[in-house]
């Protein structure tokens, strides 16, 4: 581990030992790489005797992370989650907020939260974009990591800690997702980061059953891409009909369509909400996917990025991507 890093962890625990009571948030509708690391962080912060909590809206959580969090309470391993409207109850003054997998204020689960406190740590491994969080005590925001569990992996190895398997698995799934499979942003730390997952014990049986999906869901991803068309030589694009999709359905077609011939490129647009449509978008590394999407609002990485757009229509938000491409 080079003198930065250690640095960079050295600082991090510091700021964990100074404080008593910490908030872990990551994006609205949370997928492993931000719940498995906030679940990590959780159990690193309990063995330093401090109080966590982890904000979670159940309503919004996938048919995985559904198991997941169902499995924590058949299992009895600790992971403490609060609701956005009990955060009154328990958030003080010198309370810490640690954001896991974004930078954006707008995309954590209780924007409000990061108005009212003055102790913000921010680790995230998206380009940063000028909408960051900038009144942060911590931030680390390197979009040369695969995912946030890479630096989850170098932290618990700093501290020479491990976690439950459970928890290891869903860093594993959040570790493959966030890649692909190791097919995109995979690096040797990547791999070093899967080979530490495997040692302490990840299951790769039980990482099966929690990416398992419904039939129905199968079928309806399966519409989508026999929507797809290629909007030039190089680009892949898929419009959705009106039904709500959720984000990681539409990330999952954008995956897909770079597996066919020619496709340098693909950008899959949803409906996610009555009012919000979703632009998921992938390369292989030659188109910046990421310039595409920061210019819709969004962001991301080179090869993995995505944007919201509200009061729009799913026609009027294809012709803005047109544009833009």
């Given at each position: 581990?080079?003198?930065?890093?250690?640095?960079?962890?050295?600082?991090?625990?510091?700021?964990?030992?100074?404080?008593?009571?910490?908030?872990?948030?990551?994006?609205?509708?949370?997928?492993?790489?931000?719940?498995?690391?906030?679940?990590?962080?959780?159990?690193?912060?309990?063995?330093?005797?401090?109080?966590?909590?982890?904000?979670?809206?159940?309503?919004?959580?996938?048919?995985?992370?559904?198991?997941?969090?169902?499995?924590?309470?058949?299992?009895?391993?600790?992971?403490?989650?609060?609701?956005?409207?009990?955060?009154?109850?328990?958030?003080?003054?010198?309370?810490?907020?640690?954001?896991?997998?974004?930078?954006?204020?707008?995309?954590?689960?209780?924007?409000?939260?990061?108005?009212?406190?003055?102790?913000?740590?921010?680790?995230?491994?998206?380009?940063?974009?000028?909408?960051?969080?900038?009144?942060?005590?911590?931030?680390?925001?390197?979009?040369?990591?695969?995912?946030?569990?890479?630096?989850?992996?170098?932290?618990?190895?700093?501290?020479?800690?491990?976690?439950?398997?459970?928890?290891?698995?869903?860093?594993?799934?959040?570790?493959?997702?966030?890649?692909?499979?190791?097919?995109?942003?995979?690096?040797?730390?990547?791999?070093?980061?899967?080979?530490?997952?495997?040692?302490?014990?990840?299951?790769?049986?039980?990482?099966?059953?929690?990416?398992?999906?419904?039939m129905d869901i199968?079928?309806?991803?399966?519409?989508?891409?026999?929507?797809?068309?290629?909007?030039?030589?190089?680009?892949?694009?898929?419009?959705?009909?009106?039904?709500?999709?959720?984000?990681?359905?539409?990330?999952?077609?954008?995956?897909?369509?770079l597996q066919f011939?020619?496709?340098?490129?693909?950008?899959?647009?949803?409906?996610?909400?009555?009012?919000?449509?979703?632009?998921?978008?992938?390369?292989?590394?030659?188109?910046?996917?990421?310039?595409?999407?920061?210019?819709?609002?969004?962001?991301?990485?080179?090869?993995?990025?995505?944007?919201?757009?509200?009061?729009?229509?799913?026609?009027?938000?294809?012709?803005?991507?047109?544009?833009?491409?």
């Amino acid at each position: 581990m080079g003198d930065f890093m250690e640095q960079v962890f050295n600082n991090l625990t510091k700021i964990i030992k100074e404080h008593d009571k910490f908030i872990i948030m990551t994006h609205k509708n949370p997928d492993f790489d931000g719940m498995g690391s906030a679940i990590a962080f959780q159990q690193i912060i309990k063995e330093m005797k401090k109080e966590s909590y982890i904000v979670l809206n159940n309503k919004e959580l996938d048919l995985s992370m559904k198991k997941a969090m169902n499995l924590l309470n058949e299992k009895n391993i600790f992971h403490n989650t609060i609701s956005k409207s009990k955060l009154n109850e328990v958030v003080d003054d010198d309370t810490v907020v640690i954001v896991l997998d974004t930078y954006k204020k707008e995309m954590v689960e209780e924007p409000k939260l990061l108005d009212n406190l003055q102790n913000i740590v921010i680790i995230d491994h998206h380009i940063r974009s000028k909408y960051y969080i900038k009144n942060s005590i911590f931030n680390y925001i390197n979009s040369n990591l695969s995912s946030t569990v890479e630096f989850v992996c170098d932290y618990l190895k700093y501290l020479n800690k491990i976690v439950d398997p459970i928890i290891a698995t869903f860093l594993m799934v959040g570790l493959e997702v966030d890649t692909n499979n190791f097919r995109l942003k995979t690096t040797e730390k990547t791999y070093e980061a899967a080979a530490f997952l495997t040692r302490i014990g990840s299951d790769s049986v039980l990482k099966q059953e929690l990416l398992q999906e419904s039939m129905d869901i199968y079928i309806k991803k399966n519409k989508l891409i026999e929507r797809s068309f290629m909007y030039n030589k190089n680009i892949a694009m898929c419009v959705a009909d009106n039904k709500i999709y959720r984000k990681q359905d539409l990330a999952t077609i954008a995956e897909t369509l770079l597996q066919f011939e020619n496709v340098e490129a693909s950008f899959v647009i949803g409906k996610l909400s009555g009012k919000v449509i979703g632009i998921s978008a992938r390369s292989i590394g030659t188109i910046n996917v990421e310039e595409v999407m920061a210019k819709l609002g969004g962001g991301g990485h080179l090869n993995e990025a995505a944007c919201q757009i509200e009061n729009k229509t799913i026609l009027e938000v294809k012709e803005l991507l047109k544009e833009v491409i």
